[in-house]
């Protein structure tokens, strides 16, 4: 089965989930990164995972264009959907909210892998901002490595 990987990452959690679902997914996966490319075409694919993050409540906007731009195809795909954040009662509420129903409702895979706050990747603005909202003072990674086994076997 041909895989692709279609994501966006603003401060790295997302980009490391993505490479963790190649490493474990039976044949690997072709993985893109929609903030260096504008050109992600599902159609040669047999499966197509995509994935985001939540800042402030919203998912990158390069993953609503992707998922807007390519609905019909994705849903003609075995689908996977996932999503980072770390704010745990939210999560779900989060994802219905982010990513379009008749793709939530054909996807054969959804998960939610927790977040990460890391600083160093942050500029000073974000880090000031995370800092205050979330009440963190130092780096912190809540990616469940077994969300991710999951939506692996689901994703089957």
């Known amino acids: 089965m041909k895989t692709m990987i279609v994501y ?3 401060h790295g959690c997302t980009e490391k989930c993505a490479a963790k679902l190649q490493a ?3 044949g690997g996966a072709d993985v893109v990164n929609l903030k260096e490319t504008k050109k992600a075409d599902p159609q040669q694919y047999d499966a197509v995972i995509i994935g985001g993050s939540i800042h402030a409540g919203r998912i990158q906007g390069g993953i609503k264009r992707f998922c807007a731009a390519h609905r019909e195809t994705l849903l003609e795909k075995k689908l ?7 704010e745990e009662e939210q ?3 989060q994802f219905d909210e982010n ?3 008749p793709l939530r409702k054909h996807a054969k895979a959804q998960g939610i ?3 990460e706050f890391d600083f160093e990747r942050m500029n000073f603005i974000a880090r000031t901002i995370v800092k205050k909202v979330s009440g963190m003072t130092e780096s912190v990674s809540k990616i469940s490595e077994e969300a ?5 076997e689901d994703l089957k």
């Open 8 to 10: 966006q990452s603003m």
């Open 24 to 26: 474990v997914l039976p």
């Open 80 to 86: 996977g959907l996932f999503l980072c954040c770390m």
């Open 91 to 93: 999560a779900q509420k």
């Open 99 to 101: 990513f379009p129903e």
């Open 113 to 115: 892998f927790g977040g």
């Open 148 to 152: 991710i086994r999951k939506f692996v």
